[in-house]
């Protein structure tokens, strides 16, 4: 695989720290006044979750993850496993429940989603940037309760929860941005 410097450190970049793959969340290029200049990056790791730290100096070279991604659509959920199917060979792959991390907040039938693999193997899922679902139970909106910006919480047919404005009601779709969870818009169905 590819030796990656320290000026190609940037957020969404796979590298290979301690032997397995990880994503960098954020990256800090500093130049102190005097001495060399370093890269200050956070990697969270894709088989534990766990986030390391560490400093690569101008002349240290750090290794590309191999890690491949190919589009999958979510088949069900058995409780153990999550099934999927690549989009291109329809072959079926599993994932155990906790390799989902945050996206398993998302994942209904049918989703389109990308699947990373390492050395051949399925690690992680990334959902799709926005989804559209379904409120399953949320508060009714008070009449003349009109501040700007209020908001109250909703549950999706996912189980999960997300603050949407007072306007919204229970049966209604909405588009959620998955990478902060937020409310984007309302969706006519």
Avoid at 152 to 160: C, E, N, Q, R, V
Wanted: proline share 4%.
């Amino acid at each position: 695989m590819g030796m990656l410097s320290h000026t190609e450190l940037r957020k969404g970049v796979k590298v290979e720290i301690n032997g397995e793959p990880g994503i960098i969340v954020s990256s800090d290029f500093v130049k102190p006044g005097k001495g060399q200049a370093f890269t200050r990056i956070k990697v969270r790791s894709f088989l534990t979750g766990n986030t390391l730290e560490r400093t690569v100096k101008s002349n240290e070279k750090m290794e590309k993850a191999d890690v491949e991604e190919r589009n999958c659509q979510f088949l069900y959920s058995d409780g153990e496993f999550y099934h999927f199917m690549d989009s291109t060979s329809y072959e079926q792959l599993q994932l155990p429940t906790d390799a989902l991390g945050n996206a398993i907040k998302w994942m209904t039938e049918n989703l389109e989603c990308r699947m990373l693999s390492w050395r051949g193997k399925a690690i992680s899922v990334e959902a799709p940037n926005f989804v559209e679902m379904e409120i399953t139970a949320c508060e009714p909106g008070v009449k003349g309760d009109t501040a700007q910006g209020a908001t109250k919480p909703a549950t999706l047919s996912t189980g999960a929860s997300v603050n949407v404005p007072l306007f919204i009601n229970e049966g209604e779709w909405i588009r959620i941005d998955t990478r902060t969870g937020d409310y984007m818009e309302r969706v006519k169905k």
